[in-house]
């Protein structure tokens, strides 16, 4: 089955600095790749996502580049804000069957102001 | 707000009672996904339902879960006989499928503590 591998685990970045974190996946067959933000005691909310026909995808100050043949994703995120502290976690679909979402270990991002 | 809600949001029981909980997805949403949460890791899929067919159960799903999706639009998923390690975030998550994707939006989630 598939594996979502996230680096970093944690991220401290000064506020206005870029932040990026990394996913890499095990199977070849997935062709969605979503990013969620999970703030203290609320569930994940999907903030971006890129599909496998695309290489990189952006919505404001947020981005993500998916390179196929490495099998690895990132999210990048410019000019940060307190409010971008939160956890980050990625996550690897295939569109066929039960359309699963196999998520990544999860990346603690701390903005300091 | 048209968003997927859960209920209750946190629950504390004592092992070996039974739980439920409740999962209210987006209305016209075809597919439900129930997935677990435990501290410091990202969700696991424990078991989806496109319309009300239960199609696919994860092998986290043991014998003393069991989920139903009886008209196709809210969903319950029951613990029995709780156990300390079922202590965990219980996620719902919802999606319409199309041909061309399958954002899954979640809910906030149902806390469920063991003691």
């Known amino acids: 089955g598939e594996n979502v591998e996230q680096h970093p685990s944690t991220l401290s970045v000064q506020e206005g600095d870029s932040a990026v974190i990394k996913c890499t996946y095990s199977?070849?067959?997935?062709?969605?790749f979503p990013w969620y933000k999970q703030e203290l005691g609320k569930g994940p909310q999907l903030i971006i996502d890129?599909?496998?026909?695309?290489g990189e995808k952006k919505d404001q100050r947020i981005a993500v580049t998916l390179n196929k043949t490495a099998k690895h994703f990132s999210l990048h995120i410019t000019e940060t804000q307190p409010e971008d502290s939160a956890v980050y976690f990625c996550a690897a679909i295939r569109y066929q069957g039960a359309q699963k979402l196999v998520f990544g270990q999860g990346t603690r991002l701390t903005i300091n102001p | 707000d048209t968003g997927v809600s859960q209920d209750p949001r946190h629950k504390i029981t004592k092992r070996g009672q039974n739980v439920t909980f409740r999962c209210d997805p987006i209305s016209e949403h075809n597919r439900l996904y129930w997935y677990r949460q435990t501290l410091g890791q990202g969700p696991e899929f424990l078991t989806y339902?496109?319309?009300?067919?239960?199609?696919?159960k994860s092998r986290l799903l043991s014998d003393r879960f069991s989920a139903e999706r009886p008209k196709g639009s809210f969903s319950t998923l029951e613990i029995q006989r709780t156990e300390q390690g079922d202590s965990a975030m219980y996620l719902c998550?919802?999606?319409?499928?199309?041909?061309?994707?399958?954002?899954?939006?979640f809910g906030p989630g149902t806390r469920l503590t063991v003691l």
């Open positions: 199977d070849s067959a997935s062709n969605y």
């Open positions: 998550a919802s999606s319409l499928l199309t041909g061309t994707g399958n954002e899954q939006f």
């Open positions: 890129i599909r496998s026909n695309v």
């Open positions: 339902f496109q319309n009300e067919a239960q199609l696919e």
